[in-house]
């Protein structure tokens, strides 16, 4: 069974464990709490079977919303977990109104980028060396929101 819930206290834990083993440069737990504290921040996390294998967030600023983080449990990659999160996002952002959501990523990351793609997203720009270890450029996509 598959659930998508709010991030809770609850789930901060393994949300967190789940970032160090996704990112080389991993989020805080505290960077998380503040962000559970943030009413203008929004994380989802996915469920299956009672177990967590993903979480996306996204900030509201102003009009617009930025995907801050996006992890998927490898053992679940490529079988539409990051779909259903990013349009979990997609949903939570035209709710509140938003003109639409932007993120970066990394240039290599072609799974990813595809993925955004397949859900509107666009390729507006690249900001250079956004990413370290290893260095690398970001890609800045965007989903502007038709009715808007």
């Known amino acids: 069974m598959i659930d998508i819930l709010p991030l809770t ?3 901060l834990e393994e949300t967190y464990q789940l970032e160090k083993l996704s990112f080389s440069e991993p989020w805080s737990r505290m960077t998380f709490i503040k962000e559970l504290e943030n009413p203008h921040s929004h994380y989802y996390i996915l469920l299956k079977d009672e177990k967590l294998i993903g979480y996306a967030g996204m900030l509201a600023v ?3 919303g930025h995907i801050m ?4 449990d490898r053992a679940f990659r490529g079988q539409g977990v990051g779909k259903q999160l990013v349009n979990t996002l997609l949903d939570k952002a035209r709710q509140l109104g938003l003109i639409g959501l932007t ?3 990394r240039s290599s990351n072609r799974p990813a980028i595809s993925l955004y793609e397949s859900l509107g997203f666009v390729n507006v720009g690249i900001r250079k060396d956004y990413y370290h270890y290893p260095l690398e450029d970001g890609i800045i996509m965007w989903n502007y929101f038709a009715d808007s």
């Open 9 to 11: 206290e609850e789930y």
């Open 62 to 64: 102003l009009d617009e």
């Open 69 to 72: 983080n996006i992890a998927v």
């Open 103 to 105: 993120l970066e990523v």
